[in-house]
């Protein structure tokens, strides 16, 4: 691509990050090599990446910083792409567990990006006792959100073990390079041009964006002045909402798509209430063990994504909506029903503002202002001063639900390793690939020690959905038979109670399973 000027909101992933908040989104993914590929498989994907890098503008461009902070960053050709640093091998140590890549992948997880690169990096790790491979790929959040790194993927994997043929790269027409303008009048005008530009952008969207804004608003003032109650509540305080340091925890838990969406349905909600409502009963379980339930409920940031269907751009096209998790509940059903209310008036004032919702912000000395408020944030720990606004970042991003394959190696998992900032030190990502919803749980180490408690406890809270669900069958039968005695008996759905442990194409059996955590020993 040519030189682009970052939008304000990629920009902003940039300027908030620091060694103890790093800005880049990631994926661990377990493949199943071939027996011929074992030896050879990191070459192998070193080979395959290199037909691959002009696919993804990201793998070839580097970050050029704007002159004297008067603008944001953009992004020009990279000099070179060195793969022996975007492309590394680590040996885990014997017996190569799950929990032991874990760790490793928090370790890779906390270092940052070399700006002076493009900002990617791969890692591949063997040594895992199941002979299978962990591949850890982290790319700058700068360059990409979501639904954004999922095109990615569709660029870099196959559908079948032998990979399709890549068109290579078209050769550039011979241009001679512009001159760097070091006027600084020019400069100035230019960064004003841009930053113009944008003022006038945000203003046109001005008028749409406050008639959507009061349109949503009229019922929440209007319920405000008739209780005379505050229209925004705050969320309780929770261990979850403090500085952060830089060293991370991660662990990974999986669930069944087809129950999940299965039992989902049955209570009258999607997928998505149903990953909430399991996170939420996680949540719950976790604190409750630590005496450190909140008697409120729980507040869930929630990313939600601006971008259309056809849009095929690698950027951020986000935004961020707050959703309650009921986990003041030990009730299941209130909680479910409280999660379901949260998420239906989310859906609602989306429908009015996702269409208008301004991603971009001007740039002039937007570097050294947002940096220095983000330096003074941490500095002061306003986050910990300053009432919570949320506890927890929850993510579902939708993914393929068909195999893929990189290099000839087929992908078992898709698990996503996410961002943690100051105020919120958890993250719990979720991708659902080939018939399983992978969970990727991120958070710091110093706030969150025990994160393989709250990794366990996905487990429980899949085990209440699936009960709740099972419960509505139960006595939607019995009354259906109780109004019509009369009737041939109708044969209820079932809710499937067997998880699958995909990660070692272990088929469901009769037997019950915890869930793909437990695909390694660990």
């Not at 063997?126 to 299978?132: D, Q, R, V, Y």
């Not at 909680?335 to 989310?346: F, P």
Request: proline fraction near 7%; include cysteine.
């Amino acid at each position: 691509m040519a030189k682009a000027t970052l939008s304000g909101l990629d920009a902003s992933f940039l300027y908030l990050e620091t060694p103890e908040q790093p800005m880049h989104v990631s994926s661990l993914c377990v493949y199943e090599v071939p027996p011929k590929l074992k030896r050879t498989f990191p070459k192998a994907v070193v080979a395959h990446l290199k037909k691959r890098l002009h696919l993804a503008p990201l793998f070839t461009h580097v970050i050029a910083e704007a002159r004297f902070g008067l603008g944001h960053p953009s992004w020009e050709p990279a000099a070179e792409v060195d793969l022996g640093y975007h492309v590394q091998q680590i040996e885990l140590p014997k017996p190569g567990t799950m929990r032991q890549l874990e760790a490793a992948v928090a370790k890779e997880h906390a270092r940052l990006l070399d700006r002076a690169r493009p900002l990617w990096q791969f890692t591949i790790f063997t040594g895992l006792a199941t002979g299978e491979v962990g591949f850890y790929g982290k790319v700058h959040h700068a360059a990409l959100d979501g639904k954004g790194g999922t095109v990615l993927a569709n660029s870099l994997l196959d559908l079948t073990a032998l990979p399709r043929e890549v068109a290579p790269p078209v050769a550039p027409a011979q241009a001679k390079a512009a001159k760097p303008d070091t006027k600084i009048g020019n400069m100035i005008g230019a960064a004003f041009s841009n930053s113009l530009a944008q003022y006038a952008k945000l203003i046109r969207s001005i008028p749409s964006v406050a008639s959507k804004v009061a349109e949503a608003a009229k019922p929440v003032v209007q319920k405000a002045l008739a209780t005379r109650k505050a229209p925004f509540k705050f969320a309780p305080r929770t261990p979850f909402n403090v500085n952060i340091s830089a060293k991370r925890n991660f662990v990974t838990a999986a669930l069944p798509f087809a129950e999940t969406r299965a039992a989902a349905k049955v209570l009258g909600g999607s997928v998505n209430d149903g990953v909430l409502f399991v996170c939420s009963s996680a949540l719950r379980t976790y604190l409750k063990g630590l005496n450190e339930l909140p008697k409120k409920t729980l507040v869930a940031a929630m990313p939600v994504s601006l971008r259309e269907e056809s849009n095929k751009q690698i950027n951020n096209q986000a935004s961020m909506v707050l959703a309650e998790l009921g986990t003041h509940h030990g009730d299941a059903s209130k909680r479910w029903k409280a999660i379901l209310a949260s998420t239906n008036k989310v859906k609602e004032s989306l429908k009015n503002l996702k269409s208008v919702l301004p991603t971009d912000y001007p740039g002039l000395l937007a570097p050294m202002m947002v940096t220095r408020l983000n330096a003074a944030i941490a500095s002061t720990k306003l986050m910990e001063r300053l009432p919570p606004v949320a506890n927890v970042v929850i993510s579902n991003v939708p993914g393929p639900q068909v195999p893929l394959y990189l290099a000839g190696a087929e992908m078992k998992t898709f698990f996503p390793v996410s961002i943690i900032t100051h105020g919120l030190a958890v993250n719990i990502t979720v991708q659902t690939y080939c018939s399983s919803i992978d969970f990727g749980i991120i958070a710091c180490k110093v706030a969150v020690p025990d994160l393989n408690d709250l990794g366990t406890a996905i487990e429980g809270g899949f085990d209440e959905l699936i009960a709740l669900a099972q419960a509505k069958v139960a006595l939607d039968k019995e009354r259906e038979m109780a109004s019509t005695p009369k009737a041939a008996p109708i044969v209820a759905p079932a809710v499937k109670t067997t998880k699958t442990v995909k990660a070692t194409k272990t088929k469901a059996t009769a037997v019950k399973l915890p869930s793909k955590r437990s695909s390694a020993s660990r």
